[in-house]
């Protein structure tokens, strides 16, 4: 088995992308090279390692294994240059970090902006997931940080606090529920609603609470950011849910009131998680310090 680090970087891209021309893609190289690789791997080890389908592809159970090894192989890798940059000209690395909606629209820009000043050799991917895809993305090696919501199951991993993140509804000033102290999502059955574009890791979160509790949210148009989401409220067009953060940067500009929206759920703060800590390579141990730094008090739990 001749497989080198290429392969191995290939292969991972090949999965998280889905496609080999998207893994291709991720590592800078051309189909036909990728795909070489990949008959070369496939070759050596006398079985096949993905699954062509019209769609994608998929890992077969040797692909997955070669993934669990792959990772493996990649965080040492990536942790030795950490721990050896030290000696140079300083770390340079390369922080894989998922986060939920909120903490990617209303938390991380400044904090991310500030850390990758202080520190220019550092670059970072950033994406958005569910808080529970996050806590499974680490568990399974293919992400050094995460942020997720305190109600995601994070056994296994090491948690840290790190903001309050409460949802609350959003309403025109002079709406009925404007005067509430506090609105049920029950209170929005039969309301117009402005949510989030499919696909929003907070959308389907409040899309999942709704169908346990059995209510219907009529949606009238789905928004890619909370600023439009609250200028459409503002302007008449529905009701919304959205962090307490982005309602507060967008009231007074909107014209919008806040209530908070009374479900345990949605009284949540974010946590910052990872696998283990002491398995980090130094650059992503920086950015994990940085973001306990900036951490706030958390927000009271229910009872």
């Not at 090949?14 to 990949?38: D, N």
């Amino acid at each position: 088995m001749r497989f080198d680090l290429t392969d191995l970087r290939l292969f991972l891209a090949i999965y998280e992308a889905g496609t080999i021309t998207g893994g291709a893609q991720r590592c800078h190289m051309t189909l036909a090279s990728a795909s070489e690789r990949v008959r070369g791997m496939e070759q050596d080890l006398g079985v096949p390692l993905l699954t062509r389908q019209r769609h994608g592809v998929h890992p077969t159970a040797a692909g997955r294994a070669l993934l669990h090894h792959a990772r493996n192989v990649l965080a040492h890798v990536d942790r030795m240059r950490g721990d050896l940059d030290q000696f140079g000209q300083g770390l340079k690395g390369h922080v894989r970090l998922l986060c939920n909606t909120a903490a990617l629209s209303e938390h991380l820009p400044d904090l991310l902006g500030g850390f990758l000043l202080q520190h220019p050799r550092v670059s970072a991917d950033v994406d958005e997931k569910t808080s529970t895809d996050i806590a499974h993305a680490l568990r399974e090696g293919a992400a050094d940080i995460g942020i997720v919501a305190d109600s995601a199951d994070i056994q296994g991993l090491q948690a840290y606090p790190f903001r309050p993140d409460p949802l609350v509804v959003v309403a025109p000033r002079g709406h009925p529920l404007a005067a509430r102290r506090h609105v049920a999502l029950s209170d929005l059955a039969g309301l117009d609603f402005v949510g989030l574009a499919e696909g929003s890791a907070l959308q389907d979160h409040i899309a999942q609470h709704a169908r346990r509790a059995g209510v219907v949210l009529n949606t009238r148009i789905r928004l890619r950011s909370f600023d439009a989401v609250c200028h459409l409220v503002g302007r008449g067009v529905g009701v919304g849910i959205v962090p307490d953060a982005a309602a507060r940067r967008c009231a007074r500009k909107a014209g919008i009131r806040a209530v908070p929206l009374d479900a345990p759920w949605a009284r949540r703060n974010l946590l910052l998680c990872v696998l283990r800590a002491d398995d980090l390579p130094a650059y992503a141990v920086q950015l994990l310090d940085y973001l306990r730094a900036a951490a706030l008090p958390a927000a009271a739990r229910p009872h």
